[in-house]
């Protein structure tokens, strides 16, 4: 099994869950959040994984990767990153209960 298979369902479920909030308040601002977040999170997997790799903590097989890297680390590794990004605030905004005054602040 590729590791892009094994990633797929969180990718999926990630993208589901987020179209499930779409219609909550504050899903623009959240979504810029994520990315930003996810910017950070990605740069931070490429730093570390490519040092883990570099120094032989884990490596990949190359029949079960892309072939497309970012430095030593399979562009792969990125998903996880990104799915949590978006996948975390995305989770807690549906278990939130829905705001019924759209003055009320801090929810």
């Known amino acids: 099994m590729t590791y892009l298979l094994v990633l797929t369902p969180f990718v999926f479920a990630t993208a589901a869950v987020v179209a499930l909030t779409a219609r909550r308040a504050g899903f623009g601002s959240r979504m810029a959040a994520s990315g930003a977040a996810a910017g950070i999170l ?23 990767i892309s072939g497309v890297r970012v430095g030593l680390a399979p562009i ?20 939130a209960p829905a705001r019924t005054d759209p003055t009320e602040v801090g929810a």
Request: hydrophobic share 60%; proline share 7%.
């Open 76 to 95: 792969e590794d990125f998903a996880y990153p990104l799915c949590a990004a978006f996948l975390v605030p995305a989770v807690h905004t549906l278990l």
């Open 42 to 64: 990605i740069l931070l997997t490429a730093v570390f994984d490519n040092l883990m790799i570099a120094i032989g903590l884990f490596g990949y097989p190359d029949e079960l």
